[in-house]
Nanobody, 122 residues
Framework: QVQLVESGGGLVQAGGSLRLSCAASGSIFSFNFMGWYRQAPGKQRELVATINSGGSSDYADSVKGRFTISRDNDNAKNTVYLKINSLKPEDTAVYYC??????????????WGQGTQVTVSS
C-alpha cells in the first residue's frame, strides 16, 4: 500500500504564490508518473500537471507558465511538488496528488491524495 500526504494549500491573494507538497510512503520501488489534479466547486476534476519517470513534465494549457511540477525521489523522500505563481481566483480548487507507483512486488497501482484546498481571493 501507498499513502499520500498533501500539504501547502491555503488562502492567498491573487498574484501570490504557493507550493504544494505530496509525500508518498509505503512499499514503493519506483514511480511511473506523479501528478496533480484539481477540482473546483461544481466542476469536474481536471489534470493540472504531470512528471514522468524520466523527469519530463506536462501542463494543462490554463496553467502553463505559472505552475511548475517537480519531484524529489532521493533518499526515499518520494515527494512531488507543485509551485503555483501568479495565482488567479479561477485557480481556487481542491488540489489532489495522483501517482502511479510500482511496488516492490512488481505491480503498479494508482493512488490519490486526500486533497488540499487552495483559495485565491481577488
Amino acid at each position: 500500500q501507498v499513502q499520500l500526504v498533501e500539504s501547502g494549500g491555503g488562502l492567498v491573494q491573487a498574484g501570490g504564490s504557493l507550493r504544494l507538497s505530496c509525500a508518498a510512503s509505503g512499499s514503493i520501488f519506483s514511480f511511473n508518473f506523479m501528478g496533480w489534479y484539481r477540482q473546483a466547486p461544481g466542476k469536474q476534476r481536471e489534470l493540472v500537471a504531470t512528471i514522468n519517470s524520466g523527469g519530463s513534465s506536462d501542463y494543462a494549457d490554463s496553467v502553463k507558465g505559472r505552475f511548475t511540477i517537480s519531484r524529489d525521489n532521493d533518499n526515499a523522500k518520494n515527494t512531488v511538488y507543485l509551485k503555483i505563481n501568479s495565482l488567479k481566483p479561477e485557480d481556487t480548487a481542491v488540489y489532489y496528488c495522483n501517482v502511479e507507483a510500482r511496488l516492490r512486488d512488481g505491480r503498479s497501482y494508482r493512488y490519490w491524495g486526500q486533497g488540499t484546498q487552495v483559495t485565491v481571493s481577488s
